[in-house]
């Protein structure tokens, strides 16, 4: 009779369970969402998931609901906010980067230099390089500090402020635009936009977290973080006393390349691009600084840069690839060039 009064307890309490969930669900219902990208999802509408009803989420942590206007299937998925260091388009660490062919590869570039991560006729963006060289090291051990944009007539600049110590309260962010210091208000979905809303920075976290949007161009999901601890012990890095390092992990999602498109890692988003890496060979290192180097983080000056604010009408003829017909749900190659797979190289500089 126990056991029986026991199991009827337990129904009850799951009953009761059941039903709150079901009155929180009810609470927050679904958004929609459109695919505003020129792929073939264009202006397609779909319902988020339950499990993330929201675009902008009230909580820093909580999944956002967006159009993955890339997939074959043209679906509301649930992402993060802040970047994915393991997906293609990502630059973290000293520095990881993972290119548009999903290969995994290491650009060391120099300390206190600038190198082009993407040159094409309407969009530059360089990336400047802090690091530290242990004697006894014939490079540097570097990261990246800032990304400056160019696009159109406009420019954008994105730097960490340098730091003895890590400090999780403190905002380590700055930013410019057109050459003139930028405020984003501190707190989490707070936003800017540019006058002609050709550009928009979001706070996906109260500090140190951001999200850059340039409209049909490409979305730059940036985060802050200090080398630490534990990263220099493993690393042996030596980094001194005062100074952590603060540096950006970033994740790129780009929306209109052309078939031409340079640099550090654009030329991985090329139709034509063939890795270098040497098959069997487990840490292949290849050149590239002499190829990418610019002047300033607002040049565009390096041997192989394309970007041309003026070729308007160059870019509307050009060759865009369209990433929404690939479809790596059965491994293999897709069209443009981009191949899927689970591949690590380690390309570098030395």
């Known amino acids: 009779m126990k056991v029986l009064r026991i199991h009827y307890v337990v129904i009850l309490l799951l ?38 009803p929201k675009v902008k989420p009230t909580h820093h942590k909580a999944k956002a609901c967006a159009f993955d206007c890339t997939s074959p299937k043209c679906e509301a998925v649930c992402e993060d906010r802040k970047p994915n260091c393991n997906s293609p388009g990502a630059a973290c660490h000293d520095p990881r980067f993972i290119g548009g062919d999903g290969i995994v590869f290491y650009f060391h570039g120099k300390s206190n230099e600038q190198f082009a991560l993407i040159s094409d006729p309407n969009l530059q963006i360089n990336a400047r390089f802090i690091g530290h060289r242990p004697a006894g090291r014939t490079r540097d051990y570097t990261w990246i500090q800032g990304l400056g944009l160019m696009f159109e ?19 380590h962010l700055q930013f410019s635009y057109d050459g003139k ?38 979305e730059i999901s940036v985060n802050v973080v200090p080398v630490t601890e534990q990263d220099n012990k493993v690393h042996n890095y030596q980094i001194p006393s005062d100074d952590c390092f603060t540096h950006l992990e970033v994740q790129f999602r780009f929306f209109g390349l052309s078939s031409k498109v340079e640099g550090v890692l654009g030329k991985t988003y090329r139709p034509d691009f063939r890795n270098p890496a040497k098959p069997g060979v487990a840490m292949p290192i290849v050149g590239g600084e002499d190829k990418y180097r610019t002047s300033s983080l607002l040049s565009s000056d390096c041997a192989n840069c394309v970007f041309s604010p003026t070729s308007g009408e160059a870019i509307k003829n050009s060759l865009v690839m369209d990433y929404g017909t690939l479809d790596c749900s059965h491994g293999g190659s897709g069209k443009n060039g981009i191949v899927c797979m689970d591949t690590s190289i380690k390309l570098g500089v030395e």
């Open 15 to 52: 009953f009761f369970l059941s039903k709150v969930t079901e009155i929180q669900a009810g609470d927050v219902k679904p958004e929609t969402v459109t695919c505003k990208i020129k792929t073939k999802c264009h202006l397609k509408s779909k319902k988020c998931p339950a499990q993330c």
């Open 181 to 218: 210091p930028l405020t984003v208000p501190e707190g989490h979905l707070s936003e800017w936009n540019s006058p002609q809303e050709d550009i928009k920075v979001e706070r996906t976290s109260s500090k140190n977290s951001v999200t850059v949007t340039l409209t049909d161009v490409a």
């Open 153 to 171: 007539s406009h420019t954008f600049t994105l730097e960490t402020t340098k730091a003895a110590k890590w400090e999780e309260e403190v905002d």
